[in-house]
């Protein structure tokens, strides 16, 4: 992905504002930017799925359920982003209606699956806390299994099937997916629940506890599934749907309601895209800093990769350690010794 240079020499001011709703610096600041986020965004949900995957102790629902939303981030960060950064520094570079087809549909379909899955995050974590019975009735890993498959079917379904037509927009300089109920059909059945759902269980949760006998209940419910961390693993799933209410969700439904040949509407879907893809990142910021186990498990990951450290010593130190070893040794032996000619004499 270089810039050519040359071509951005050839372009002007007057030229850049004729075809684009930004100026050409603000985009290469912008692809510039999301060159760190996909990187940071790659690493950091892949090894947000590495330490899920290694540590036994974290193969439990709410756990697949996050780890679901680390792999759809990581494959977001490592299949959109790329293409948004190579359109975003090369000024003159016209995609066909085919590659924004192959771009834009997972783009959608990956955006709204994660956060629906971080919607079902939140319902798990309300029943977990304040409602037993209906816990023990979703708990099992088949109902988790359909859930998952609920989302992706939901999504590609409201995508696929109201999507019509692709075209690459010069304004945004980015892929567009226009469909005649598209963007109704996204507010009332991903964005709305996305908003509603989470903030009505978690305000559920934090009411249910305050008083003492749904306190004692609530710790027995959690304490009985053995759920160590429940209090910030509540607090780190509650931070991710804040996240991707102000990164997707809000944006989303404040792009639905602009009309398509608004002359603000270029540069707002700049700003979409990049929260868009700022999404992922902020959420491994907030696994690593809210979850205890997830670092300990990729603090392990690194460990068990690096070489032991005798193999790390040098020769000298390997010596030293081996003659202080036979010293102790040695002097053990003829405390031994001394003692049993002493109780002979």
Known sequence: MELNVSILD?????????????????????????????????????????????????????????????????????????????IFLNPRFLPSNVFCGILIYPTYILRCTSGLLVLIISIYRCALVCYNNVYRKIKSSKVVGGCCVFVWAETIVLVCGLGGRVYFSSDSRTCVLEGKYLEQALTIFVYVPMLIVPIAAYLNIVFFVRKAKRRVQAHISISSRNDTESNKLNIMTALMCLNHMLTGVIPGIMLASIPPNHPLRGPFVVLIIFLFRLTPVVDCIIYFFCNKSIRSSTVNIFTSCMPSSGMNASPDTQVQTISSTGSRNLNGVSSDIRSRNQSSA
């Open 10 to 86: 050839n372009l002007t001011y007057t030229e850049v504002n004729r075809t684009q709703g930004l100026p050409l610096s603000m985009y290469m600041i912008i692809g510039y930017l999301l060159i760190i986020v996909v990187v940071f965004g790659l690493a950091g949900n892949i090894l947000i799925t590495m330490a899920i995957l290694f540590n036994k102790r974290l193969h439990v629902q709410v756990y697949a359920l996050l780890s679901q939303v680390a792999i759809v981030n990581a494959v977001f960060s490592a299949f959109v982003v790329p293409t948004n950064i190579y």
